[in-house]
C-alpha cells in the first residue's frame, strides 16, 4: 500500500513551502516519525517526520522548490499508483544539474539527455550553455529559503510603503547596557499604548490598531535576517523580557524556530549592538506601520549643568509608513520614549 504525503499547513496564513533539504533517498526504509524533510517557510526551517513507515518510493518534489499546500512531495511504501511529479521534475536530473542550469541559464527542457535512464549530465548541460552563448562567467546562487523570503518581502515593503525616517539622540548613562534590549522592549510596549497608530496594521482600506503589545525582534542569523516575536511586553518584567530574547535568539541562531514564534508582531525593534553604526534606516516590517532602530551606544561628550561631561549616548530613530502616521506623532513618540528610558535610568538634563 503506498501513502502519498503531501506538503501540510504548517501554520495560520501558510500557502506554500520550499523544499530545504530532503532527509531521506529513494529506497530507504523508514519508521513512523522519523525525520523527512526540511521545509523552509515563513523565515524558518521545520523538520517534518514522516507520517508512515516503508520504503521511500518516490521522491517528486526537488530540494530548493516552491510549492503550494496540498502537493504531494513523496510517495511511502510499495503498490498503487504514483502521481505524476511537479511539472519541472519531468525533467530527469540532480539538484547539482538544475543549479547548473540556473546558473548557465539554460533550460532543461531543451537539452538532449545522455545520461543513463534518460538523465541529465552536467556535460549535456555545459554543451547547451555553450551552444547558446550562456556566460559562465562569475559564481552564481540560486535565492532559496531565508533569503528568498528577504529578497520578497523587502521588494514589497520599498515599493509599496511612502516610508520616512526620524532620529533622535537619547542618554543611556544609567541603564545596564547588558539589559538594553529588554529594557527597551518593555518601555517601547509603554509608550506605545499612548500612540495606538503606531501598534496597527494597514490593510487594504483599513488601518487596524491592536491592543496587544508583541514586538518583534530582528536578529541577524548565517542564514538571513529573522523576526522572532516577544509576547505581551507590555506586561511582562524584564527578567521575563530578558530570558526571551535570549531564547528566541538563540533559536533563530541555530534555525530552530517554530513558524508562530515568527507570526503577529505588532511593532519590530532592531538594534545591532557594536555594529549597528552611528545611524540608519531600517525598512518596516510589513504589514506593520513602524520599526524603531537602536544605534551604537557610546561615549560621547554631553552638556549638562553648564558643563561637559561623558555620557553614554546613541541615536534612536523610527521609521514610519506616513500613509498611516503623520511626522509629528512619529516624532512624539520617540521623544515620549527617550523620556521613558531616562527617567528608568536616572538620568537628567
Known amino acids: 500500500m503506498a501513502y502519498e504525503f503531501k506538503l501540510p499547513d ?9 523544499i530545504g533539504r530532503w532527509l531521506v533517498r529513494e529506497g530507504q526504509e523508514v519508521a513512523e516519525d522519523d525525520p523527512l524533510v526540511e521545509i523552509q517557510t515563513d523565515k524558518t526551517t521545520v523538520e517534518i ?9 518516490r521522491i517528486l518534489v526537488e530540494e530548493g522548490q516552491v510549492v503550494p499546500v496540498g502537493t504531494v512531495l513523496v510517495v511511502i511504501g510499495d503498490g498503487g499508483e504514483v502521481p505524476e511529479p511537479v511539472p519541472d521534475e519531468r525533467v530527469r536530473a ?20 545522455t545520461g543513463s535512464g534518460g538523465r541529465m549530465t552536467e556535460a549535456d548541460v555545459r554543451a547547451a550553455g555553450q551552444a547558446s552563448g550562456a556566460s559562465e562567467e562569475g559564481r552564481r546562487e540560486p535565492i532559496r529559503g531565508v533569503r528568498r523570503k528577504i ?36 518601555a517601547t510596549a509603554q509608550t506605545l499604548k499612548g500612540f495606538p497608530e503606531l501598534n496597527a496594521r494597514l490593510e487594504g ?6 491592543e496587544r503589545y508583541d514586538l518583534g525582534l530582528a536578529v541577524q542569523t548565517e542564514q538571513g535576517l529573522v523576526v522572532p516575536v516577544i509576547r505581551g511586553c507590555d506586561a511582562a518584567s524584564i527578567e521575563h523580557l530578558e530570558a526571551e530574547v535570549r531564547r528566541l535568539v538563540e533559536a533563530a541562531r541555530a534555525g530552530t524556530l517554530k513558524p508562530e514564534e515568527l507570526r503577529g508582531s505588532t511593532f519590530t525593534i532592531t538594534s545591532a549592538g557594536k555594529l549597528a553604526g552611528l545611524f540608519a534606516t531600517p525598512l ?19 552638556v549638562r549643568d553648564g558643563e561637559i561631561v561623558v555620557r553614554q549616548i546613541g541615536n534612536l530613530s523610527i521609521t514610519f509608513d506616513h500613509r498611516v502616521v503623520d511626522g509629528a506623532r512619529a516624532a512624539e513618540f520617540v521623544l515620549a520614549l527617550i523620556d521613558r528610558l531616562r527617567r528608568a535610568s536616572g538620568s537628567v538634563g
Open 151 to 186: 529578497v520578497e518581502h523587502l521588494t514589497r515593503a520599498h515599493r509599496e510603503i511612502p516610508a520616512v525616517t526620524y532620529v533622535e539622540e537619547c542618554d543611556f548613562t544609567g541603564l545596564d547596557l547588558r539589559l538594553l534590549v529588554p529594557i527597551v522592549l518593555g
Open 94 to 113: 540532480t539538484p547539482l544539474v538544475r543549479r547548473l542550469a540556473q546558473e548557465l541559464g539554460v533550460d532543461l527542457a531543451t537539452v538532449v539527455a
Open 205 to 210: 482600506d483599513e488601518i487596524v490598531s491592536l
Open 49 to 57: 517526520p514522516s507520517p508512515a513507515a516503508g520504503k521511500v518510493a
Open 10 to 18: 504548517l501554520g495560520e496564513g501558510l500557502t506554500e513551502g520550499e
Open 284 to 302: 518596516i516590517n510589513h504589514p506593520e506601520v513602524a520599526i524603531l532602530g537602536v544605534h551604537r551606544i557610546g561615549p560621547r561628550a554631553a
